[in-house]
C-alpha cells in the first residue's frame, strides 16, 4: 500500500494520478484528530518529576477550560477528476 500524501489545510487537495491504474481502483482515507480532543479527554500530566529536574519554568494554564471540538470529515467527501492536457 502507497501513501498518496497528507493535507492539513486548505486547499485539502492531493495529486493521486501517480497511484491510480486503469480499472477499479481502492481509496483510503485516514482522519487522524486534533490534539486539542486527546488534551480534553485525559487528565493534565505530572509535571513533578519534571520540576524537580529543571526547576519550575512554566505553570499549565487554565487547563480546566479545555473542551473537545468537533473535527475530522465534517462534511461531504468530493473526488474531482480533473483531465491535465
Given at each position: 500500500?502507497?501513501?498518496?500524501?497528507?493535507?492539513?489545510?486548505?486547499?485539502?487537495?492531493?495529486?493521486?494520478?501517480?497511484?491510480?491504474?486503469?480499472?477499479?481502483?481502492?481509496?483510503?482515507?485516514?482522519?487522524?484528530?486534533?490534539?486539542?480532543?486527546?488534551?480534553?479527554?485525559?487528565?493534565l500530566p505530572?509535571?513533578?518529576?519534571?520540576?524537580?529536574?529543571?526547576?519550575?519554568?512554566?505553570?499549565?494554564?487554565?487547563?480546566?477550560?479545555?473542551?473537545?471540538?468537533?473535527?475530522?470529515?465534517?462534511?461531504?467527501?468530493?473526488?474531482?477528476?480533473?483531465?491535465?492536457?
Amino acid at each position: 500500500m502507497s501513501t498518496g500524501g497528507s493535507v492539513w489545510c486548505p486547499p485539502y487537495s492531493l495529486d493521486l494520478k501517480t497511484f491510480l491504474r486503469r480499472g477499479e481502483n481502492k481509496l483510503r482515507i485516514v482522519v487522524g484528530n486534533l490534539a486539542l480532543n486527546y488534551m480534553a479527554g485525559h487528565r493534565l500530566p505530572d509535571y513533578r518529576l519534571l520540576n524537580l529536574r529543571y526547576g519550575e519554568r512554566f505553570q499549565a494554564q487554565d487547563m480546566d477550560k479545555v473542551r473537545p471540538v468537533e473535527s475530522g470529515l465534517l462534511g461531504p467527501i468530493r473526488l474531482v477528476s480533473v483531465r491535465v492536457p
